[in-house]
């Protein structure tokens, strides 16, 4: 007797072995865009509820289409939310994809944060969310801005990024070559930087 392994089974096997993985990012409402992606071979179909078109309805009908075309139906979702982790799940979902927070912006009470740059190095750093975190621990935002422009370096990236902190300060460090900043201040002149 033979043994049937799920498409969920041999998506985490490869994972687990470093083999790579393919997807279709569905943001075309449609169960016929799900099937298609299923049938051409692609090991998961992810149903795009952040920046796509679906709704609960649709999202029910992509992810049966997906299991029957035999790959494993994801949802790309707009929060990260408890109950819109367990409403992807309970909907058909084998597993869900959560929005990067914390990676190319951030604002909380102390400090906000906008990165631009090669995204992949900002987000192995978590750019934001690790100047977010200096400020709040009372470094000061010119230090804790070189100090996120390093980690960012040391994951091979460049780019740069505008701070502003509670106090009204702000960086503007960059490391490529020029990045266009401008800041102004309520009854002063606008400041432009072109370097």
Known sequence: MGTTITAGQRLRAKWNSGEAVFGLWAGIPTSLTAE??????YD????????????????????QATQLGGAVPMARLAWNEPWLIMRALDLGAAGVILPLIGAGTWAD?????????????????????LLGALVAQGVALDQATSAVMREIAECDGVGGLIAVDAQGNVATPFSTAAMP???????????????
Not at 44 to 63: I, K, N, P, R, W
Not at 116 to 129: C, L, M, P, Q, V
Not at 184 to 193: D, K, N, S, Y
């Open 44 to 63: 998961y179909v992810c149903v795009d509820l952040q920046h796509g078109l679906s709704d609960e309805a649709t999202m029910v009908a992509m992810f």
């Open 36 to 41: 298609l992606g299923a049938a051409a071979g």
């Open 109 to 129: 009470r102390g400090v906000a944060v906008s990165c631009t740059g090669a995204g992949e190095s900002f987000i192995r750093a978590g750019a934001s969310r």
């Open 181 to 195: 900043r401008g800041t102004w201040r309520e009854g002063g002149p606008a400041a432009v930087q072109i370097p």
